[in-house]
């Protein structure tokens, strides 16, 4: 599985982003798909997922402010709104794929820039 994101960008903070997410290849074993963040120094941390049988799961970094969407077994959108500096980091798409066993597939990460 291939994940492409896109949408990443600066924004002044209060400003909002939208990213999104397909993926391409073997998609029919995806089970679990969404986003993570990384600072640098810092580990990768759970923005949000859409859980197989559509459960969602929100940092809690994200909740009341960021949206997360699923369009398909392989498409995933994450909306950002009232952004901080703090929210400044890497994200990356990510898809749980099932198939026997579990594998873990990331996509190659857009810069989010929040700007003071």
């Known amino acids: 599985v291939q994940l492409q994101a896109s949408g990443g960008g600066l924004v002044p903070r209060g400003g909002s982003l939208r990213l999104s997410c397909v993926g391409s290849g073997k998609i029919s074993g995806i089970s679990d798909l969404g986003w993570y963040r990384q600072v640098p120094g810092s580990q990768r941390e759970l923005v949000a997922v859409?859980?197989?049988?559509?459960?969602i799961n929100y940092g809690d970094s994200a909740k009341g402010r960021f949206t997360v969407s699923r369009a398909s077994k392989s498409t995933v959108s994450l909306q950002m709104n009232n952004l901080e500096p703090e929210d400044t980091a890497v994200y990356y798409c990510y898809a749980l794929v099932e198939d026997n066993l579990e594998y873990t597939f990331w996509g190659q990460g857009t810069l989010v820039t929040v700007s003071s």
């Open positions: 859409v859980r197989r049988r559509g459960q």
